[in-house]
């Protein structure tokens, strides 16, 4: 498959980028394998190890892409078994966002997030619509894969979307029960580029192996992935137009701090999931899946697939602003004033305590008499009439140009949800009525510029294959 778009740290030919090119070997990287603390892949130490730690490597891995670094990857992992799926794949969910049934959960409850990932860009080789073969052979490419991993973080979660400018490919329109639109700027602050490509396919897994093999097998450059043979690939169907590669948990980031937006301190704790320092993703502060769920219409099982690329500039986050400062700028004044939040953040359970602590009702009087509000407490702001929010975040953290960033990835039922909770998350109607800047003790807004949004339809599993705009 082709690479038309923009090039990635090691996509290119010439091979790859530091510093993963460094971490992926040279001719000493057979006498680099972890001990056993490092195979864990949750307890290797920095600094006084010998050669770096399995998740770093992993890591690295996943960013360079390719056959070679599978290989690399492969050969530190001769003990990975990883179970195949289902031989009926009618017994897998009618949605392909399904995922938080197959996915591990931590003491609180919370979904443990894969720890590694790989997004896919692609465009639609041919000229007009999708022709029924190639809607065949890409449905046979998908249920390879299904049939290859289990469902899960110790095998593989993928999703394949398609954007609007995909659909204009028809001469029908979609149904008025999908709310799909053209990406635009939602802040006076931003100003993105727009992802316009006509698909984008998401994979997911705690093994960086799989994500690699998956990937590998879609673009034919393999035909078979753990001991299952490829049916169909999408080489000749889809043209790449762009990489992005991310990790997210425990760990992760600070084995990864080494790159641009981040102070050379190294000040990512070792059990920070995020660049920021704190956990995400509460189970209460996150919609269900039923929730962003289209429920009528062709798509119904369907829902919304909302990506934006971040780049992250935290410097003065962990260079000029206290701990106290932090906690209250990602999450409310109440908890730096109560000191609420220990470490990461696993002390609070289930929830962030936004409504528990009163934060999205007071976000105005905050900002009026304490000069500062919290990211989660304005963004607890937007809900339906249940209480209950828009969306669900399945976001991670990137090395993507050795910048420090994040690829935030939204699921909620229409794009109008994204853009309700995007304008709380904004605080522009707070900025407008107290002393807090337009970024500035904004929540975390000063730390962040958003770079690329697109938006794309999650077909539910039976339509995900090259959709017409009203399948039957």
């Given at each position: 498959m082709?690479?038309?778009?923009?090039?990635?740290?090691?996509?290119?030919?010439?091979?790859?980028?530091?510093p993963e090119a460094r971490e992926l070997g040279g001719s000493d990287a057979g006498e680099r394998d972890p001990g056993p603390s490092e195979a864990s892949g949750r307890d290797a130490g920095r600094g006084g190890e010998r050669g770096i730690s399995r998740r770093q490597f992993a890591k690295a891995a996943v960013a360079i892409g390719g056959a070679s670094a599978l290989s690399a990857c492969m050969s530190r992992s001769d003990d990975l078994d990883v179970k195949t799926g289902p031989d009926d794949l009618s017994t897998l969910p009618a949605r392909q966002h399904a995922w938080d049934e197959f996915l591990n959960r931590d003491q609180h409850g919370n979904v443990v997030a894969p720890r590694h990932r790989v997004l896919l860009l692609l465009n639609y080789a041919g000229d007009g619509a999708p022709s029924d073969a190639d809607r065949k052979t890409a449905e046979a490419a998908f249920r390879s894969l299904e049939r290859a991993y289990r469902r899960g973080n110790d095998g593989l979660l993928f999703t394949v979307g398609y954007s609007p400018s995909y659909f204009g490919r028809f001469d029908a329109e979609l149904p008025d029960t999908v709310d799909l639109r053209e990406p635009k700027a939602l802040a006076p602050f931003e100003d993105p580029?727009?992802?316009?490509?006509?698909?984008?396919?998401?994979?997911?897994s705690d093994h960086a192996e799989v994500v690699l093999a998956a990937e590998q097998a879609l673009i034919g450059e393999k035909t078979t992935v753990n001991g299952v043979e490829m049916a169909a690939d999408l080489s000749g169907i889809f043209e790449r137009a762009d990489r992005r590669t991310g990790f997210v948990g425990e760990g992760l980031p600070a084995d990864h701090q080494d790159v641009d937006g981040i102070p050379d301190s190294k000040p990512v704790s070792d059990d920070a999931p995020l660049y920021m320092g704190f956990k995400s993703g509460f189970q209460k502060n996150q919609a269900s899946e039923d929730r962003v769920t289209i429920r009528e219409g062709p798509f119904a099982g369907g829902?919304?697939?909302?990506?934006?690329?971040?780049?992250l500039n935290l410097e003065q986050w962990y260079q000029q602003d206290s701990r106290s400062q932090r906690v209250g700028k990602m999450f409310c004044p109440v908890h730096a004033e109560e000191g609420l939040v220990?470490?990461?953040?696993?002390?609070?359970?289930?929830?962030?305590?936004?409504?528990?602590?009163?934060?999205?009702?007071?976000?105005?009087?905050h900002a009026r008499t304490k000069g500062v509000v919290g990211h989660s407490q304005k963004s607890a702001r937007a809900r339906d009439?249940?209480?209950?929010?828009?969306?669900?975040?399945?976001?991670?953290?990137?090395?993507?140009?050795?910048?420090a960033g994040l690829?935030?990835?939204?699921?909620?039922?229409?794009?109008?949800d994204f853009?309700?909770?995007?304008d709380a998350m904004n605080g522009e109607d707070l900025a407008e009525r107290s002393a807090v800047g337009q970024t500035n003790n904004n929540g975390i807004l000063q730390y962040m510029e958003v770079l690329r949004r697109g938006n794309f339809l999650l077909p539910p599993r039976k339509h995900r294959s090259l959709p017409t705009p009203n399948p039957v």
């Open positions: 082709e690479n038309t778009g923009p090039s990635e740290p090691g996509a290119s030919e010439s091979g790859p980028s530091d580029e727009f992802d316009c490509q006509d698909a984008v396919v998401h994979l997911a829902t919304t697939h909302q990506l934006s690329k971040i780049e220990e470490g990461a953040g696993d002390n609070l359970g289930d929830s962030a305590k936004m409504e528990e602590k009163g934060c999205p009702a007071h976000a105005e009087d009439d249940d209480g209950s929010p828009l969306m669900i975040r399945r976001d991670f953290d990137s090395t993507d140009d050795g910048q690829h935030f990835v939204s699921l909620q039922r229409t794009i109008s853009v309700d909770t995007r």
